[in-house]
Structures are given as C-alpha cells and as structure tokens.
C-alpha cells in the first residue's frame, strides 16, 4: 500500500506543480506580458511531459509489468533478477528437495506474490511427491496473496488439484464453492460457479 501512494504521490507532484505555474502565467497575462507568459508555459509543459513520462517509464510500467506477469503466471521475472524462479530453476534441475524449505521461506517472505505458491506448489508435487504439502500450498496462498483474483485463481487451482491428485471430490467442490461465494466478480470465482452448475460429477454425494 504504502509502494502505491508513494507512487501516486510522484505521479500528482508534477501536475500540481504545473498548476501552480499556470497561476504565474495568468499573473503575466493580466500584466500583459503574453509572450514572457506563453515561454513559461512552454517550458513548463516540456517539463511536465519529460517528468510524467520517467515516472511512467521507471515507476509505472514495472509495475503493471509484474502484475501481468502474475495474471499469465509465466511471469515477466528471469532467474538474473529474481531469487524466488531462481530457486526454483534449481530445485527443478537438481531435484533438489532439501531447498523446498528454502524456498518456502522465500515464498512467505513475499506471501502476497501468487507466482511463489503456485511455484512452490508444483514442485512439492512434481519433484517431492508430496501431494498433501502442494494442496497446503496452494489453500495457504488463497490466505495470503493481496489480490482477490489471485485468491479466486488458486482457490480454483486447489479445487482442481484435489479432484485430478487427490480424487477428494468433496474437498474440491467446497474450494470450488469458496472461490464462487467469496470472489464472484473475478474470473475463477466465476469459473467455480459455472463448473459447480454444470459439473454434477463434483459431488459430495458420489
């Protein structure tokens, strides 16, 4: 929260500096100096759009770039630059169980990132084996990350993996249903409602 207001503070400085140019400018205009006034205004403008557009560039567009990269869960990271896909890069290559406590931690030191529970996720079940541990995953993260889309998604992803790894088919509709009533705006909220309309195979009744 505070990363986003002190982004909105740097994007609203430039334009309420500019305003307060504009009150010079008039002042100029009623003392009829109209081209002096139209030079300030000018030069204020240029800098106004060099400013909003550095700020965009470095502030901005990063941002919205992680965001991305978590709603396509490919992410826009690389293993140069960050250590959680670094990591898991590793335990992948080297079947190296013995750090999923390490990266575990890494995953709770940024808890609201949806990118380290899916992660983590998958290789407690892929390299472990551990079908339970990767379930926990997933539910402790619907718990943690800051978005409610993010939450919906790995409600649903939860759903899923208990009914294809676990055959828990109760377990999964009642994620199912916790993504549909909590989040019914999102995309997986809305997903979990039409499977658990559609999808009667998902029953606590089989």
């Known amino acids: 929260m505070s990363g986003r207001i002190f982004c909105i503070a740097n994007l609203l400085l430039p334009v309420g500096l500019f305003v307060g140019v504009l009150l010079k400018v008039r002042s100029l205009f009623d003392a009829g100096e109209a081209l002096p006034g139209i030079g300030v205004m000018l030069g204020a403008l240029a800098v106004l759009a060099v400013w909003e557009g550095l700020l965009i560039r470095y502030l901005v567009l990063p941002s919205w770039g ?12 690389t293993p140069d630059d960050d250590p959680l896909v670094a990591l898991a890069t590793r335990i992948r290559r080297e079947h190296a169980t013995a750090l999923l406590p ?9 808890a609201r990132r949806a ?9 407690f079940s892929e390299e472990a084996g551990d079908q339970s541990a990767a379930l926990q ?19 649903y992803r939860a759903a899923h993996f208990c009914q294809s790894r676990l055959a828990d088919r109760q377990q999964a509709r009642e994620l199912l249903q916790q993504a549909a009533t909590r989040y019914p705006s999102t995309v997986y909220g809305q997903k979990a409602a039409r499977e658990l309309a559609q999808a009667p195979y998902i029953s606590c009744n089989d």
């Not at 990118?115 to 290789?123: C, K, Q």
């Open 115 to 123: 990118r380290g529970w899916t992660e983590l996720a998958a290789l």
């Open 137 to 155: 995953a997933l539910v402790t993260g619907a718990n943690k990350v800051a978005d409610k889309q993010d939450r919906a998604m790995l409600l």
């Open 66 to 77: 992680r965001k991305l990269g978590e709603r396509m869960y490919v992410g826009s990271y």
């Open 102 to 110: 390490e990266l575990e931690a890494l995953v709770r030191q940024d």
